[in-house]
């Protein structure tokens, strides 16, 4: 199976501030990789997907990059309704995997 | 708009089984992969099963093999998972999913508890 490790578990950050999310997985998945945000008692909700590529409707600050088995999830002006909790996963290979999470709370 | 709406979550004992069932509405549900997802309490997401618009390939995470089955109605829009010999560590909120490749349409999730 194809393992996924985000960093961090945990981010403190302000309204305002560029976050940054990298996601690594155990073998290349170019360029089968998914950002979704999930926040408590709600579904996730797809916001990247293909490594790169913004689903629609998703606001723009929002950005994905990476290729290979290094992969990174930005937010470029963090806003009220951000702090959530992120996941990666991947879709290269079944069983698709997901990242542990990473949850961003108030600083 | 496009929806899925599952049901069928609730309280089992363990050893004992439950059928999860989820609706589609507002899309060619014939046309689309489709997942079930889980996410005990506290923790991440899991992904349990798929099956294809024809029910041709089906996969199973090694933790439900031999003991959960997706199927689907193309008739009826309709996605379950038959679980049984169910474990306590099988408790978890069940989400079903849309995805060709990523899953870009979720329901709002079902319950299941298993416990004696």
């Known amino acids: 199976d194809i393992q996924m490790t985000q960093s961090p578990s945990t981010l403190s950050a302000s309204v305002g501030d560029r976050v940054t999310i990298t996601c690594r997985a155990s073998?290349?998945?170019?360029?089968?990789l998914a950002w979704y945000q999930q926040t408590p008692g709600k579904a996730p909700k797809l916001l990247i997907y293909?490594?790169?590529t913004l689903e629609s409707g998703v606001p723009s600050r929002f950005s994905g990059s990476g290729s290979g088995t290094d992969f990174t999830l930005t937010v470029s002006s963090l806003q009220p309704d951000d702090f959530a909790t992120y996941y990666c996963?991947?879709?290269?290979?079944?069983?698709?995997?997901f990242g542990q999470g990473t949850k961003v709370e108030v600083k | 708009q496009e929806e899925l709406v599952e049901s069928g979550g609730g309280v089992v004992q363990p050893g004992r089984s439950l059928r999860l069932s989820c609706a589609a509405s507002?899309?060619?549900?014939?046309?689309?992969?489709m997942h079930w997802v889980r996410q005990a309490p506290g923790k991440g997401l899991e992904w349990v099963a798929v099956?294809?618009?024809?029910?041709?390939?089906?996969q199973y995470a090694d933790s439900v093999k031999g003991r959960f089955t997706i199927s689907r109605d193309n008739y009826r829009n309709t996605l379950d998972l038959q679980m049984n010999s169910l474990r306590v560590e099988d408790t978890a909120v069940y989400y079903c999913?849309?995805?060709?490749?990523?899953?870009?349409?979720w329901g709002q999730g079902t319950t299941v508890i298993v416990s004696s």
């Open positions: 999913a849309r995805g060709q490749s990523s899953m870009d349409v």
């Open positions: 507002g899309f060619t549900f014939s046309a689309y992969v």
């Open positions: 099956i294809w618009y024809d029910r041709s390939n089906k």
């Open positions: 073998q290349s998945i170019t360029p089968w």
């Open positions: 293909k490594a790169s």
């Open positions: 996963q991947q879709y290269s290979d079944f069983p698709w995997t």
